[in-house]
């Protein structure tokens, strides 16, 4: 079984589903979008998303009508795989749509920005065999990167963080996507051990380093 952390966007809470991995993801509707292929090729037992990126996908298959092939979805930092500060991280990207021809390709990608359901939509010129589209939340602390957290904030940002933390040897840090005082403590105790400012805020400065030290860490 796979441990699915969502955070529901209408109870601003978390929820953790126990689920196999040919059984559809939480919030997903029609079964057009299962475990496994959001999993991808992490190998993580326990993995997050949101509520919202789950309807912006349902609203995405519907239009679209057809299956839509996922080559990579959700991955954890320590894994790899893209920037030091990827939505993948997030659990709130995917990449589609590589076995379709470039005029479906194209087609897709006009849909899913017609569609509005949808933060980013990488354009085709920088993802010309795959469709990107993402639904990040929050200013970035950083161009292009994860919003600043503090605590008392819940959701998939926390659950990257907080793996992010474990992930750079912090201990006493769990992941249940909730900035507790718990996380507050690691985030200021990996501050204090990087001449960061020790003010348990996550912003440009420590999401960089954090996520620059264990990007890929366990392929290394």
């Known amino acids: ?82 920037s030091n500060q990827s939505q993948h991280y997030a659990g709130t990207s995917f990449d589609v749509g590589q076995n379709l021809s470039n005029a479906d390709r194209n087609s897709l990608r006009n849909l899913a920005e017609q569609l509005g359901v949808w933060s980013y939509v990488e354009p085709a010129y920088l993802t ?17 990167g994860y919003p600043v957290m503090r605590e008392g904030m819940v959701g998939v940002y926390v659950c990257t963080l907080q793996d992010a933390l474990g992930t750079a040897g912090i201990p006493g840090v769990g992941i249940d996507g909730i900035f507790g005082p718990a996380t507050q403590r690691a985030v200021i105790r990996f ?20 996520t620059s030290m264990t990007n890929g860490i366990w392929r290394r």
């Open 128 to 144: 010309p065999t795959w469709v990107h589209f993402d639904r990040r939340a929050g200013i970035p602390a950083c161009a292009a």
């Open 191 to 210: 501050q204090s051990e990087n001449g960061l400012t020790a003010d348990g805020v996550v912003g440009c400065q420590t999401w960089t380093l954090l």
């Open 1 to 82: 079984m796979i441990n699915i952390l969502v955070y529901n966007n209408q109870t601003n809470r978390m929820e953790v589903h126990a689920k196999g991995l040919y059984e559809p993801m939480p919030y997903n509707y029609g079964r057009s979008l299962t475990v496994a292929e959001f999993r991808g090729r992490s190998n993580s037992d326990i993995i997050w998303t949101s509520r919202g990126v789950m309807d912006s996908w349902n609203t995405t298959r519907t239009a679209w009508g057809r299956p839509i092939y996922v080559g990579y979805a959700f991955r954890r930092i320590g894994e790899g795989g893209h």
